[in-house]
């Protein structure tokens, strides 16, 4: 028997003794809001201040290339949550609500027996409100800029006689930020700014704000992570932390770079994963559904399209997936792009390379944006930093991610890497294929000015409803 799969069951049986586990896990999914997935110490970044973070990654699994599907909020979270590519769920742009005719895992977990439970940040519509036992949604507008103040108390409220599962989503790190309850601070010194931003006082101090912010995230986690213990139910509860999209920055967040698509991940279970494990698999968030559904002993729907991933808690090194695809549709400005991840390459494609790379909303009117627009019209931009504003873009984009992990370098011309370039299209052709996914008729219109912010008028109107675009009502 291997020593991972013995440690496992000796610690299991030695809760059973003492009567304190549960014939099945308790889950509970916390999910970052714009958070990079280097961004955390754990993964390597030498000044941010997440020790929460850090410990329980030495407790449990650190998984090295976890990606998302859209690095887009409500997108993002619509996949996770059905399992499902977000062009197969019938909410891949921003804002569009989760039909309710889509299957949630969580439904399937209530179905089997689970408490089911949601604090924070919602953006999914209403129509799968019922999905939970609880939702205790949080907005900005209420005051209550972290997302987390109800997580310990929901957990408090949870069915004591039931398993569980939490969905805690908070608002850190999303824009606006906010100096509100925070107990850790860094200095300017801490800033480690990506090369594709200019390094002016105005990005150091905003990179500065949103270093507080995950380290107030930080500070959220580890107060799940001690109420658990308290309530002596921690060792068997999985306990996973991912993020939505990558950091609310230009060249960030909505891009199909691996700032944008890949996310921490972090999962501990005392009684099912060895400690200090590192995962170099490839894996998908859509793997999440099926994951926690066979933890619950409950089959996954048939039209989940990602796999358990179970067999990584015990063995992480488990070859898993051969790539990973995201996919680029609008956020506050139109855009429509694929992406397949390997673990050595990035394949992008770009379908309206004719619009410049504009970032989302929440970016065009906050202060960076004009920084970058002064020194764009200055000519004070190198051609990494000015990329937002370039049109056309590349058609196709190609990354050695070993040798450039920031994607700086496009190889898609470049002859000595057209055999990989062909065989990430055939990747991306064949999974496009498989999926249904295809190029819409008609595209949606801008909410706001690429360049100016100030909102568009088609943003006094509704957005084509998706039987315009599609020519369906959207679910597939």
Not at 258 to 285: C, H, L, N, Q, Y
Request: charged share 25%.
């Amino acid at each position: 028997m291997k020593t991972t799969s013995l440690l496992v069951i000796i610690s299991f049986l030695a809760l059973c003794i003492n009567g304190s586990a549960a014939s099945r896990p308790n889950i509970v999914l916390i999910v970052a809001d714009d958070v990079s997935w280097n961004d955390i110490g754990a993964y390597g970044h030498p000044t941010i201040k997440t020790p929460r973070l850090d410990r329980m990654a030495e407790g449990g699994v650190r998984f090295d290339n976890a990606y998302l599907t859209a690095s887009s909020c409500s997108p993002s979270r619509s996949s996770i949550i059905t399992g499902r590519y977000p062009h197969n769920t019938g909410a891949e742009q921003l804002h569009w609500a989760l039909p309710g005719s889509q299957v949630t895992f969580t439904e399937k977990l209530m179905e089997a027996g689970y408490w089911t439970g949601m604090a924070g940040k919602w953006h999914l519509g209403d129509e799968v409100r019922d999905r939970f036992d609880v939702v205790l949604e949080k907005e900005y507008e209420d005051g209550t800029p972290t997302g987390a103040e109800d997580w310990v108390t929901l957990l408090k409220a949870r069915q004591k006689e039931k398993p569980f599962f939490l969905w805690l989503a908070a608002w850190d790190a999303h824009r606006p930020f906010f100096e509100e309850d925070l107990l850790v601070r860094h200095s300017r010194e801490d800033v480690v700014l990506p090369p594709y931003y200019p390094a002016t006082e105005t990005y150091l101090d905003d990179f500065l704000e949103y270093y507080d912010e995950i380290a107030r995230f930080d500070l959220s986690v580890g107060a799940v992570l001690d109420e658990l213990d308290v309530q002596g139910v921690g060792d068997n509860t999985l306990v996973i932390v991912i993020a939505d999209n990558g950091r609310p920055y230009a060249r960030d967040k909505a891009t199909m770079y691996d700032s944008g698509m890949k996310t921490p991940f972090i999962a501990r279970w005392p009684v099912g994963i060895r400690a200090g494990s590192v995962s170099e698999s490839i894996v998908s968030v859509i793997d999440l559904a099926p994951t926690f559904l066979e933890l619950a002993d409950t089959p996954a729907p048939e039209m989940f399209e990602g796999r358990s991933m179970t067999e990584l808690f015990e063995n992480p090194d488990t070859p898993f997936r051969s790539f990973a695809a995201s996919e680029r549709n609008w956020h506050d400005f139109e855009d429509h792009g694929r992406s397949v991840r390997t673990k050595r390459f990035r394949y992008i494609r770009n379908h309206y390379n004719d619009l410049p790379a504009t970032p989302s909303g929440d970016t065009v009117y906050h202060k960076t944006w004009w920084e970058l627009v002064r020194l764009n019209e200055q000519g004070a931009l190198n051609d990494q930093q000015g990329r937002p504003f370039r049109a056309p873009r590349p058609k196709e984009e190609l990354y050695d991610m070993e040798a450039d992990p920031l994607s700086l370098h496009n190889l898609a011309e470049d002859p000595d890497y057209q055999t990989i370039l062909a065989n990430h299209r055939k990747l991306l052709d064949t999974w496009m294929e498989e999926t249904g996914d295809f190029i819409p008729s008609i595209r949606t219109p801008d909410d706001f000015d690429r360049l100016n912010g100030k909102p568009t008028k088609h943003r006094l109107r509704p957005r084509p409803m998706k039987k315009e675009i599609y020519g369906t009502d959207g679910v597939y």
